[in-house]
């Protein structure tokens, strides 16, 4: 892009995951050389995020990668609260508004996602993608950032930029280096999910493409996530269990919990990954020329699905702040506090809020008098009946990761 006020930037993006490959693309298509540096030798394929929520698709579209996204995955039908016993409490039907919304609910397994956007990276002359550099350090001062990388002998090397972005997840080796070891605000669930990928036939019992069963030990929630029969089952366990413990315990959860009371001969199970789960967040998303971008920033239970979706929403943002860094449109002082202030403001006044609620509302809640006692299950099933109210909650589902207009897509 070269006009008189373009100014050529360089940014090393830290985590080749989903956001760090979402970001790299927006800005490569931008033509922002970017260095994008990950700690393993390919993409990580536990099952994780499957379902994206509008505001996402919004910035799959921006990466150029929608039309792929859709046509490997689906946008799902109903979605329907249930008793353990399979029994259905409330129902959202077409809960992706295809029909109506080109921004709709998609549904593509985060490994599938991963091969997508691998490939659009590798083909893109802007990115350059190191496998096996792992982040141990950063620095800047007035001019530059930089990182400084490990590789798999041992070696280490500086990388310098103009700007670094951590999107390298949970365990951020940025936050860390920014703000200490330890210091990741918020709360840890009593609580241990285990995400499980499964064929099995769910809508031979009525099920619908996503079920949330509500009970206070074998809450789960049933999901398809291919168009070829698979599905995920994330369920709630004991905390005291070790790993090899959940493993163990998971064919005789399979037979209480899911419809039909299945043995293993009856399912094929492809993964088992539990995972404590967290409500957090860093006290700031931006340090000089230093960002964190989702979970690296931020972290919420998975019911509900907001974990990446709020990720993509942030590095939808920052990339527009960096696009008008470098155009000269925008003052980098001003506009990456605006990135810093808007985007914890969603976490904390959206993002952690509903998606806690979806926790305990699975988990926390008697079935028995939810559609009456739970605020947003009485919603769903008045919207049944109700064109208008319907339409109101279709735009809240929207709506959940957006930021008024004005702040944009940030
Ligand atoms: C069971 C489960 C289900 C979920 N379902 C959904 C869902 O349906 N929808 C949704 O929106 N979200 C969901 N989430 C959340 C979602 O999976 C995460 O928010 C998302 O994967 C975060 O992406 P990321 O790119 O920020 O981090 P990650 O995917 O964790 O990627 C981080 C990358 O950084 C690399 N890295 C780490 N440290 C370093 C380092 N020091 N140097 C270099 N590289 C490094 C890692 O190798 C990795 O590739 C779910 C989560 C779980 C656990």
Redesign the pocket.
């Known amino acids: 892009m070269a006009n008189s006020t373009w100014r050529n930037i360089q940014v090393i993006i ?7 490959l979402i970001l790299s693309l927006i800005l490569a298509r931008a033509s922002i050389q970017v260095t994008l ?4 030798a390919t ?2 394929s536990r ?7 509008p505001s ?1 698709i919004r910035v799959l579209q921006q990466a150029g990668v929608l039309a792929d996204v859709r046509r490997d995955g689906f946008m799902p039908k109903d979605m329907t609260w249930r008793k353990i016993d399979g029994t259905p409490i409330v129902t959202l039907t077409d809960c992706s508004q295809s029909r109506h919304n080109p921004e709709a609910l998609t549904v593509l397994p ?1 490994n599938l996602l991963g091969k997508v956007l691998l490939k659009h990276a590798e083909a893109n002359s802007k990115i350059e993608l190191r496998w096996n ?4 350090d950063i620095g800047q001062d007035a001019g530059r950032a930089w990182v400084v ?1 490990k590789d798999q002998a041992g070696n280490l090397v500086e990388i310098l930029g103009d700007y670094v972005v951590g ?7 940025v936050r860390k280096s920014l703000f200490g070891e330890k210091n990741f605000p918020g709360k840890t669930w009593h609580a241990q ?1 285990v ?1 499980t990928n499964v064929y099995y036939p769910f809508e031979k019992f009525g099920y619908d493409d996503i079920n949330f069963i509500i009970h206070p030990t074998d809450y789960y929630m049933a999901a398809r996530i291919t168009t070829d029969g698979l599905w995920r089952v ?1 369920y709630g366990e004991d905390t005291s269990l070790t790993l090899d413990e959940v493993v163990a315990h998971q064919p005789a959860k399979f037979a209480r919990m899911l419809p039909g009371h299945p043995q293993p001969t009856d399912y094929e199970l492809l993964n088992v ?1 539990p ?1 404590r789960i967290h409500q957090r967040c860093a006290d700031a998303m931006r340090f000089g020329r230093i960002c964190l ?4 920033a931020h972290l919420c239970n ?1 019911f509900g ?7 993509l929403v942030d590095v939808g943002g920052l990339a527009e702040c960096l696009i008008g860094i470098a155009e000269q449109r925008a003052d980098a002082e001003e506009i990456l506090d605006v990135y810093d202030r808007v985007r914890r403001e969603v976490y904390h006044t959206i993002i952690d809020p509903i998606s806690s609620s979806n926790f305990l509302r699975v988990s926390a809640t008697d079935p028995e008098t939810a559609v009456e006692k739970d605020e947003f299950l009485a919603m769903v099933k008045r919207a049944g009946e109700d064109k208008v109210l319907r339409k109101e909650l279709d735009d809240v589902s929207s709506l959940v990761l957006h930021y008024p207009d004005g702040c944009g897509i940030l």
């Open positions: 830290v985590g080749a995951g989903p956001s760090g540096l990950d700690s393993e993409i990580d099952p994780r995020a499957a379902h994206y929520a996402a985060l550099q792992r982040v141990v990388a999107c390298d997840g949970a365990n951020s080796q999910i995400a994330s990954g995972y971008a989702a979970d690296a998975p699905g907001m974990g990446l979706t709020g990720g």
